[in-house]
């Protein structure tokens, strides 16, 4: 098949959790012999490589408007794959559904992973809520295949959406690199690199938006009488004003605010290293880095929503959004090394049960099939 992907950043994944599915997904369609093209924003890299681990790359620009710079690249984008006649479209973000009317008419049969409930996220105006409520609606009526990535949000399409067919449940998916197969000495020199050492610090590495609890978790940890740091890492996009207010909500010396951290190296060694890791999460769906840390094998503690509980299960420990039950649950986990490990080895079962990224990307074959009928 040929296959084109629109309305990520592009490959490889450098922003947020659709674009590592893109990729992941991507590199393996294209071993098993499919072609891929993923198009890319031009902003968003600086290289111009024609291919990335055997995916086309088609470089576009968007609009450095945070509001606009999703639906213009798309529709740039949408227009240069109706000229390539790709046998199905996969496309991110139910915003763009209205664009998706551009290969529909073209007879070219659509894919669609809407991103969760992406009209619940606090960053959007009510305005930009409303749009993609709206838009989210509509892709039940224009697209031939929705693929969701939590089984709430596939319900609610399912009731709420009437969709043309019932929408596929398709999860995030993670791979397995455990601590364990490090190479030590090139991990104590990264760690050092952020004044770190082994099982001796917090973690949190996420983008500095509300739907990710910041301001909510460093008020618990600055309750803890813990010599542990808190390594605080992740930042804001388009100079936001959340992003911010997490730079100067603390005075604690403790709360290393280090900013966004892409080196999938550094990444990785961080996970592995901590003595446990901080998630939030609130607007729904499957969180892709939450998932990225299971398959580290990291210890979790995850906001207690549906899904997040739904993708943890019982290989992490899930808190309430208060300051008590977070730091509660915190100071759990320091006063009890021995739980910690434990966490740490439910976490690689638990992504083996569902979430191994060959499976995910069986079922968006399967869904593909299904487009083109």
Not at 125 to 139: E, N, Q
Not at 154 to 164: G, K, L, P, Q, V
Not at 256 to 278: Q, R, S, W
Not at 343 to 368: G, I, M, N, P, S
Request: hydrophobic letters at 35%; glycine letters at 8%.
């Amino acid at each position: 098949m040929k296959i084109a992907m629109i309305g990520i950043r592009g490959v490889p994944a450098n922003y947020s959790g659709l674009e590592t599915c893109g990729e992941e997904v991507g590199v393996r369609l294209v071993e098993r012999g499919h072609e891929v093209t993923v198009y890319c924003r031009n902003e968003s890299y600086e290289d111009r490589e024609p291919e990335y681990k055997g995916i086309k790359r088609v470089f576009l620009p968007g609009m450095k408007n945070k509001y606009l710079d999703t639906l213009v690249h798309s529709a740039r984008s949408m227009m240069h794959a109706r000229e390539n006649k790709p046998d199905v479209i996969l496309a991110f973000n139910p915003g763009i559904s209205s664009i998706c009317l551009i290969a529909r008419f073209s007879g070219i049969p659509l894919c669609l992973n809407p991103d969760g409930f992406d009209w619940r996220r606090p960053k959007w105006p009510m305005v930009g809520r409303w749009f993609i409520y709206l838009s989210a609606w509509f892709s039940g009526k224009v697209i031939d295949q929705l693929t969701v990535d939590a089984v709430s949000v596939r319900d609610y399409y399912a009731e709420h959406f009437n969709c043309r067919q019932d929408p596929m449940y398709i999860p995030n998916g993670a791979n397995i690199e455990l601590r364990e197969d490090q190479d030590e000495e090139k991990a104590r020199r990264i760690l050092a690199e952020y004044g770190l050492e082994k099982d001796k610090y917090l973690f949190f590495l996420s983008r500095h938006v509300a739907d990710n609890a910041c301001l909510e978790l460093i008020e618990a940890y600055e309750g803890l009488d813990t010599d542990m740091p808190f390594f605080f890492a992740g930042g804001g996009h388009y100079g936001d004003a959340y992003a911010e207010s997490v730079k100067k909500c603390t005075h604690d010396k403790r709360v290393m605010l280090p900013g966004a951290i892409y080196d999938p190296e550094h990444v990785k060694v961080l996970h592995h290293n901590c003595y446990f890791i901080t998630h939030g999460n609130k607007p729904g769906g499957t969180s892709l880095g939450l998932l990225k840390a299971l398959g580290y094998g990291t210890c979790v503690m995850t906001f207690n929503t549906p899904d997040n509980a739904y993708a943890v299960k019982e290989a992490a420990v899930k808190y309430d959004l208060d300051s008590e039950d977070i730091r509660k649950k915190m100071r759990h986990l320091l006063d009890h090394p021995e739980e910690v490990k434990e966490y740490r080895k439910k976490a690689v079962e638990r992504v083996k049960e569902e979430y191994l990224w060959d499976v995910v990307t069986d079922k968006y074959e399967a869904a593909f099939r299904s487009a083109i009928g």
